[in-house]
């Protein structure tokens, strides 16, 4: 199994173009190409289609695609460890993050920790809420910032960091009256779920058959940067974290709330291994601290 070639695979689908991939894992078009068609003859089925001249994976290649970040994920937390031996602190933490709270915080959340915690290396890295707590309980990872739904009859699980509601963002030019998702309106433009079998797809999916809609009929996305990613790019309404589309950058979109609302807790975690309370606590305070502005959604 070659990670190399998973980096290749996932530039692909981050940049939509084979150029521009090859460009970023710095080889040549021809040499990209090549491990492609590779690939793809090994696997027997093709794993990229040519759309709206974007190369976006196909069912396969989706499935692929989610092996080989959690593959990519586990290599960069080795080499950070490895790398982290000749740091010279009292010791090294991993925090994984879910994608939807990356988008939001990933960068100022690392910067805050590191400043407000100068004495720990700090590794922050993002994952599926799913892999993250997998992580956690292996022992890959020290801490867990991870999405978890509300279910009936089981107590919660972590810290509650916010309580989050997926909104469907539409294009102005198909909005429609009022603040509340209209089921005759929703299938007149094309729709941007996540793939079946994520987290929110577990919250959206019963949500577009009661309306009648086959989730074939949609564009997916393995992660809410990967949904964001093609909402931006014109390929038609999508389901996103509210905190996401309160952020600038969305005045071209109406907003609009599922009934009853499509929520889901944020939640943090320390591993059973980690047996440093007071860290953990002083990670979860600098955390809140972090978070706290936005409110509640």
Request: charged share 25%; proline share 5%.
């Amino acid at each position: 199994m070659d990670i190399r070639i998973m980096e290749y695979m996932k530039a692909i689908e981050e940049e939509g173009s084979i150029s521009k991939a090859a460009e970023r894992v710095h080889i040549s078009q021809s040499a990209l190409s090549q491990s492609l068609a590779k690939l793809e003859q090994e696997l027997g089925t093709p794993l990229f289609e040519r759309r709206d001249k974007r190369w976006v994976p196909t069912e396969a290649g989706d499935l692929y695609l989610r092996g080989a970040t959690t593959m990519i994920a586990i290599k960069e937390e080795a080499y950070r460890r490895i790398n982290a031996l000749s740091v010279k602190r009292s010791y090294t933490l991993s925090l994984a993050i879910c994608p939807q709270v990356f988008m939001l915080y990933g960068n100022s959340m690392f910067s805050a920790l590191r400043s407000g915690l100068p004495d720990i290396h700090l590794n922050v890295f993002r994952t599926a809420s799913t892999q993250a707590l997998e992580q956690l309980k292996s022992g890959v990872v020290d801490m867990a910032i991870y999405s978890e739904l509300p279910l009936e009859g089981r107590a919660p699980s972590g810290e509650l960091l916010y309580n989050e509601e997926l909104l469907l963002s539409v294009p102005i030019s198909r909005a429609w009256d009022g603040d509340t998702i209209d089921p005759e309106r929703i299938s007149m433009s094309p729709l941007i779920i996540p793939v079946e079998g994520s987290h929110m797809g577990d919250l959206v999916y019963p949500l577009i058959r009661s309306f009648h809609i086959d989730p074939e009929s949609c564009y997916t996305a393995d992660s809410s940067s990967g949904v964001d990613l093609l909402l931006q790019n014109g390929y038609g309404s999508a389901f996103l974290p509210g905190r996401i589309l309160n952020r600038e950058g969305y005045d071209g979109f109406v907003s609009y709330h599922a009934g009853p609302p499509l929520a889901y807790d944020i939640r943090f975690m320390a591993g059973k291994h980690f047996k440093d309370e007071k860290t953990a606590a002083d990670i979860l305070r600098l955390i809140r601290e972090l978070v706290a502005p936005s409110g509640s959604v």
